[in-house]
């Protein structure tokens, strides 16, 4: 009998540009570097995303790839540089394309695309083997530190081992963006109107009175604008910056003392990394094995970062194309790389089909490509995926510590950008897995739960970072909480719990 899909992960605000290059990345690298593919699948429904994938495949590739790397730890190291490497060149061609999409033809502009398109999916055979290799119940890495430092009685000491040294650009952004209000501090005046104001209030004070400031402001955003943008953005505003500003204000924050205290903390932990692996007397795979965990947080972040860099410069390709063929942005991202072709080419496109998908598409790359929209896609999903059964008749439920610590508050489920608003300070964020785009939403957060995840994970970094308790990996917490639901979360034990 076939192995059915079960399903794996969920994201939000997606759509099937640039999701559809993915089943393919993983598919080549798998084959090319482990000779055992693995494959995996998609739904997209209102913009969100069901991973699917099959368990045996997904192991068999899982003890592939860790066997290749306990045979030689410099394999994941070369996978590592090779990420970065191809990130950085998807950039640049994008810049690039972004410029020459406005005067290009239809056959350069088709050329523009394709390029893109199979950089992508290069970058994505790379990339994915970082969940491949510690992602949910297969987590490699994490499992082979804890084994390492628990015959040593030093398991305490995995969250300090697991914290990288090199800073993600979401966190230039916020220093860099710290010396900026640092500079706005020193007018007494603006301080207050930066707490007074509504943004778009704030920036035309900013253009009008203080244009030395506004000119940095602004160069600020041009740099920074993309750090929240991920599939399909939209990019940062002046006025989602300006929002960060206030929150500064608002929380007191001193940003000299604030950046002095960032910088001693990254020294210390530096310092005290090494101190730790003088003192363990570790084998050269164990070192590796350490290192490698601790870089893998790094480049876990720095792998959606490049992308989601590249993925906001190629938006002036799509759009370029769908002025070229009269569709609107959403409709080109609904479109696989063939009909792209040939629509800028011979001009045949199917609109009814566009309108299929939006509201319900299903793509898996085995052999070939298999893409269905609508009725066919939830048939299909019908006999080939397992129906996710849940008991969700619970009053709590248990998950990874990643950050520790006891809150109260107000559970506010927050699943897409789209939901920020009804965050309040001090509220326990709920979430199926976050994003680098629910950032506003995280820093408010009194705790994080989320249904997925590990110990590496976008949320486990992220409460390390705020210092906000958090647990991961409870699997249903999204589901039988409510908004307004008033919970215990106890990031000790892993548990959160509903009391009223």
Partial sequence: ???????????????????????????????????????????????????????????????????RIQADPKFLRGIYRQMESLGKQQIAFAKQAAKQALTANDTKLNALYQKFVSLNTRAYSYGLMLPLLDYQETTFLSDELHAILKKREKDRYFNLLTTPLRETNIKRQELELLKIYGRMRKIRQLEKQLLRLAAGEFIFLLQTKYKALYRLFQKHVQKFCWVYYVYQGPAATEEYFADLLKDLAERRVNPKRETALQSAEKKSVEKRQKQLLKTLSLTSYE????????????????????????????????????????LSLAQVRLMLGKEVERALLKKKIDINLLNRRAKLVYLEHTQTTTCLSGKRA???????????????????????????????????????????????????????????????AIRQAAGIVTDEGGLTCHAAIVSRELKIPCVVGLKIASKFLKDGDLVILDANKGIVKKIS
């Fill in 287 to 326: 070192r590796q094995v350490i290192l490698l965990a601790r870089d893998g947080v790094f480049y876990k972040a720095l792998r959606r970062e490049l992308q989601s860099c590249s993925y906001y410069h190629i938006e002036n390709v799509l759009k370029a194309i769908g002025r070229r063929l009269n």
């Fill in 1 to 67: 009998m076939r192995e059915k899909w079960s399903q794996f992960a969920n994201e939000y605000v997606v759509s099937l540009f640039p999701t559809y290059m993915l089943p393919e990345g993983l598919l080549e690298g798998t084959k090319k570097w482990l000779g055992s593919p693995v494959h995996i699948a998609l739904k997209i429904e209102d913009e969100a995303i069901v991973w699917y994938f099959k368990p045996e495949n997904w192991k068999r590739g899982h003890v592939a790839l860790v066997n």
């Fill in 378 to 440: 939830a048939d299909y999903l019908k006999t080939h995926a397992k129906q996710e059964k849940l008991n969700l008749n619970v009053s709590e439920a248990a998950g990874t510590v990643a950050y520790p610590g006891m809150t109260k508050g107000k559970v506010k489920v927050i699943n897409s950008p789209k939901e920020m608003g009804k965050m309040r300070r001090g509220d326990i964020l709920v979430a199926q897995t976050t994003n680098p785009n629910l950032m506003p």
